[in-house]
């Protein structure tokens, strides 16, 4: 059974940082797409960032190119996302989803929360202003 386990939340001040985790288990860690989504209330889920654990390429949402950085510890099936400079509209609960994929493919692909069967819980991010 696929489990991934999201943590690193908390507030902080605009312009702070934030480094979340995602651990991964019950599946074949090397071989998928897996990127942060996050959520605020009333909103879409909006993809954020994302790694391809086989090739470690990466892609980013156009809101958060240059201040957040997604990378892997493959030996600790763990993907984490550094959060600079952050501002108050990244307040949001972040999710980490993974598909069974050796590419992320293209943008429009990996943003679509549709594209994805595992999921984690969330951690909380608030960022104040």
């Known amino acids: 059974q696929v489990q991934l386990v999201e943590s690193g939340g908390g507030s902080v001040q605009a312009g702070g940082s934030l480094r979340l985790s995602c651990v991964g288990s019950g599946y074949t860690y090397s071989s998928n797409c897996i990127v942060w989504f996050r959520q605020a209330p009333g909103k879409e889920r909006e993809g954020v960032a994302a790694?391809?654990?086989?090739?470690?390429?990466?892609d980013y949402a156009d809101s958060v190119k240059g201040r957040f950085t997604i990378s892997q510890d493959n030996p600790k099936n763990t993907v984490y996302l550094q959060m600079n400079y952050l501002k108050p509209d990244d307040t949001a609960m972040y999710y980490c989803?993974?598909?069974?994929?050796?590419?992320?493919?293209?943008?429009?692909?990996?943003?679509?929360?549709?594209?994805?069967?595992?999921w984690g819980r969330g951690t909380q991010v608030t960022v104040s202003s």
């Open positions: 989803a993974a598909r069974l994929s050796s590419t992320c493919f293209s943008r429009s692909w990996w943003i679509n929360p549709r594209n994805y069967n595992n």
């Open positions: 790694i391809a654990t086989g090739g470690s390429s990466t």
